[in-house]
């Protein structure tokens, strides 16, 4: 848990040209994936608007 407070007290982000948010990875001392990469992902807003129609062809 020690490392988790310390990777994620060191984030920053800015936004990109599109307008998401951009996590700087790899704060000084960590390797990246790290715990705080983890915990970032494990609570990403989710789009549910996914199209899969056409995606697949079977025939």
Do not use: C, W
């Not at 948010?21 to 789009?47: C, E």
Request: aromatic letters at 8%.
């Amino acid at each position: 848990m020690r490392e988790l407070k310390s990777e994620l007290s060191q984030v920053t982000y800015t936004y990109n040209a599109a307008g998401k948010v951009q996590v700087n990875k790899a704060p000084d001392g960590h390797a990246s994936p790290n715990r705080a990469d983890s915990v970032m992902i494990a609570f990403a807003p989710v789009s549910l608007g996914v199209q899969l129609i056409g995606v697949f062809d079977f025939g």
